[in-house]
């Protein structure tokens, strides 16, 4: 491939091919490099270094699952509105692992306040407020639920459920509809410093 048209966005989208085809954790400039047919120095014009790339993929995945959740949310709420971001996260996925995978990078302070990372949290927010929730409950609602979905997909991926019964899709919808139980249900006092040891 001739090295015209090869861009800093270029190299990233190849980037985050290579991540469902090889993995994200064995993405490097080399490696993109190999795939565009050019040498591996030809390309540190356009990224720093194999962790800029990284985070760039990051970047990217970031902002195409967000705007696959913001859709598949539209016009929902409370159980309704956690289950079709939770399915859009997982279909997100299962379509594109490498790029789910980038999604968990850690992104120093500055970078994640400009990147589609608050678009997240904001969804979340906007699905509780369909909860009668208390404010300082808010941000523990949202970790749970980020969580559970993140988590339950990551070990899904890893193949933790594929010898055990029942299916993972079982599962999964009873975990959705506990989550909505247990937000409609939340503690209304605020237990941060309730069991203090002395």
């Known amino acids: 491939m001739p090295r015209t048209g090869i861009t800093p966005d270029r190299v990233t989208s190849v980037g985050a091919e290579l991540a469902d085809e090889i993995g994200f954790e064995h993405v490097t400039v080399a490696e993109v490099a190999r795939r565009l047919g ?12 194999t962790g800029d790339l990284s985070e760039r993929i990051s970047l990217l995945a970031l ?18 509105a ?12 299962r379509e594109h692992p490498g790029h789910f995978t980038a999604t968990l990078v850690t992104l ?17 927010e906007a699905i ?18 980020g969580s559970t979905i993140r988590g339950f997909i990551t070990l899904e991926q890893g193949g933790s459920f594929a010898h055990s019964s029942p299916d993972a899709d079982v599962s999964w ?24 040891i002395d």
């Open 38 to 49: 050019v040498r591996t120095a030809s390309l540190y014009s356009h990224v720093a270094s």
């Open 108 to 124: 120093d302070a500055k970078t994640a306040a400009a990147s589609a990372g608050p678009r997240h949290a904001r969804l979340l």
């Open 173 to 196: 919808r009873e975990i959705l509809r506990a989550l909505d139980t247990m937000i409609q249900t939340w503690p209304t006092t605020d237990s941060t410093n309730a069991h203090d």
């Open 128 to 145: 509780l407020d369909g909860y009668d929730l208390a404010p300082t409950a808010r941000v523990h609602a949202i970790r749970l639920i």
């Open 82 to 93: 956690i289950a079709a971001l939770a399915d859009a996260y997982r279909g997100y996925a």
């Open 63 to 80: 902002e195409e699952l967000a705007d696959r959740a913001t859709d598949a949310t539209a016009g929902k709420s409370r159980g309704d």
